[in-house]
């Protein structure tokens, strides 16, 4: 089967390149011009996964098939996992699918799909960096299964906690970067919230350690803004701990470089790295295996293009794109534009510049810090409290806005406030 443009991969980026592409082409040439290809069938903002992790977003309510944003904004959906790569022939391969619930039962075969630009939008999973245990007993939040797993994990654990002697709940994350900081507030918020639905004789205390081998966390930020989120998260008792680092997990234990630690549950949230298989696509990669591109996003190949994540792309003389869902959205912008432009057959020189807006970071319900590039003066300010909560959520109100639309974004974000005022914060199931 032949497609002109293939996008595989429904994340911060691809998602939001196959709606623009999408609505340029599907409506004058139909929609099999634009196919997106994803191993979920449903799309989650991933910023969002630490809070599907602890329970305060549900992914049945937040989650939007992808089926149905294809339909909307007129590109074609197809589930699979992409296998192979065929780089110069322009062919790519989608695995077979199998039943869940028959194991051995095949419902779909092995498919092979020609195009002529393929853009690979597949994102990064975690660097266990041959942490000894980590990969056995560390929780990681790759995705909305990983989340998910976890989720129903610390239910368990909340509820052992609340029964056993011990009255005590060990959680160890470690990382400091913006994942471990937002996990560490949102599960204080979780744990607050759960107390409420006990009685006073199942409480329990609960022991949440930031664990992070720089000499401070959030260190890809202004050193105000590190001071400000490690002392917001003391407020919250969490313990932080920085030039600390993990050297081997165990079932119930994390050991540093300082001590040993006792532990209930880890979660591994260090560093990032793509997929082993993107070695076998037959395209150069860095060492964590993202994919090499040029100035324009292309790979050495001839309309071979690698965004968001997956892509190592440079930023200047000395730094690289950084992997975040600000830079997967100003590519998908820049590859609309390009796309385009060739497609009007015009001569595109421009290269993608990345414009850092500042980056903040969630510290639970009604707190967030950060820092923003003031467009014009290019000087850094820093922002914290409610302000910088409402400017972090306008990323994800954005994004929605690229899929779904302003008027549908509001009605949607209106629906799920009124939802949680209902039905509580928490979701216990
Ligand atoms: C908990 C957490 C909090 C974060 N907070 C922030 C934040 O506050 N601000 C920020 O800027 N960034 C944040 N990030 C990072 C941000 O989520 C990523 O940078 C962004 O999602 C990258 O977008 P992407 O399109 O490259 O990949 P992703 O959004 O990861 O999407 C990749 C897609 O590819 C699909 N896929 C993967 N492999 C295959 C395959 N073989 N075949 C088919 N489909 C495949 C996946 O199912 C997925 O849908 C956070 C990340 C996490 C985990």
Same mark, same amino acid.
Request: glycine share 6%; aromatic share 12%; with cysteine.
């Given at each position: 089967m032949f497609y002109q443009y293939i996008i595989i991969g429904g994340g911060a980026g691809g998602l939001e390149l196959a709606a623009r592409l999408g609505r340029k082409f599907g409506r004058q040439y139909g929609r099999d011009k634009v196919l997106l290809i994803d191993k979920t069938a449903y799309h989650i903002?991933?910023?969002?996964?630490?809070?599907?992790?602890?329970?305060?977003?549900?992914?049945?309510?937040?989650?939007?098939?992808?089926?149905a944003l294809a339909r909307r904004n007129h590109f074609s959906f197809m589930l699979g996992n992409v296998i192979k790569l065929d780089p110069?022939?322009?062919?790519?391969?989608?695995?077979?699918?199998?039943?869940?619930?028959?194991?051995?039962?095949?419902?779909?075969?092995?498919?092979?799909?020609?195009?002529?630009?393929?853009?690979?939008?597949?994102?990064?999973?975690?660097?266990?960096?041959?942490?000894?245990?980590?990969?056995?007993?560390?929780?990681? *939040?790759?995705?909305?299964?990983?989340? $998910?797993?976890?989720?129903?994990?610390? !239910?368990?654990?909340?509820?052992?906690?609340? &029964?056993?002697?011990?009255?005590v709940l060990n959680v160890n994350i470690i990382g400091g970067g913006a994942t471990g900081v937002e996990l560490a507030a949102e599960l204080?918020?979780?744990?607050?919230?759960?107390?409420?639905?006990?009685?006073?004789?199942?409480?329990?205390?609960?022991?949440?350690h930031l664990i992070e081998s720089a000499p401070r966390i959030l260190a890809g930020l202004p050193e105000h803004v590190s001071a400000q989120a490690t002392h917001a998260l003391q407020q919250k008792g969490i313990k932080v701990s920085v030039s600390t680092r993990a050297e081997e997990i165990g079932r119930d234990f994390v050991r540093t470089n300082h001590?040993?630690?006792d532990s209930d549950v880890v979660v591994w949230a260090a560093g990032i790295k793509a997929s082993n298989n993107n070695a076998l696509?037959? *395209?150069?990669?860095?060492?964590?295996? $993202?994919?090499?591109?040029?100035?324009? !996003?292309?790979?050495p190949f001839e309309g071979? &293009?690698?965004?968001?994540?997956?892509?190592?792309?440079?930023?200047?003389?000395?730094?690289?794109?950084?992997?975040r869902a600000q830079a997967a959205r100003q590519q998908a912008i820049y590859l609309h534009k390009l796309l385009y432009a060739h497609h009007q057959q015009q001569t595109f020189t421009e290269p993608f510049v990345y414009k850092?807006?500042?980056?903040?970071?969630?510290?639970?319900?009604?707190?967030g810090v950060g820092n923003l590039m003031g467009s014009l003066s290019?000087?850094?300010?820093?922002?914290?409290?409610l302000i910088a909560k409402w400017m972090y959520m306008s990323l994800h109100l954005m994004h929605h806005q690229a899929i779904l639309g302003a008027p549908k974004t509001l009605l949607l974000a209106f629906a799920r406030l009124v939802h949680r005022r209902v039905s509580g914060r928490l979701k216990l199931h």
């Open positions: 903002w991933k910023p969002t996964l630490h809070e599907v992790a602890v329970g305060t977003v549900n992914p049945q309510q937040e989650g939007l098939y992808y089926s110069e022939n322009k062919q790519l391969t989608l695995a077979s699918i199998y039943s869940h619930q028959e194991q051995d039962e095949m419902i779909v075969p092995e498919r092979v799909f020609s195009f002529e630009r393929c853009i690979l939008a597949l994102g990064c999973g975690s660097n266990f960096f041959n942490t000894l245990g980590a990969e056995q007993h560390a929780y990681v *939040l790759e995705n909305v299964y990983d989340a $998910q797993n976890f989720q129903v994990h610390l !239910l368990n654990l909340f509820t052992k906690s609340a &029964y056993s002697p011990k009255k204080t918020e979780a744990y607050q919230e759960i107390l409420q639905t006990f009685g006073s004789s199942q409480y329990f205390d609960i022991n949440i001590e040993t630690l696509f037959g *395209l150069p990669i860095n060492r964590i295996n $993202q994919f090499e591109v040029n100035s324009q !996003l292309q790979t071979v &293009y690698a965004m968001g994540d997956c892509a190592s792309c440079k930023w200047d003389d000395e730094r690289y794109v950084p992997a850092d807006s500042g980056s903040l970071v969630s510290l639970g319900d009604n707190k290019g000087k850094n300010f820093f922002i914290q409290g």
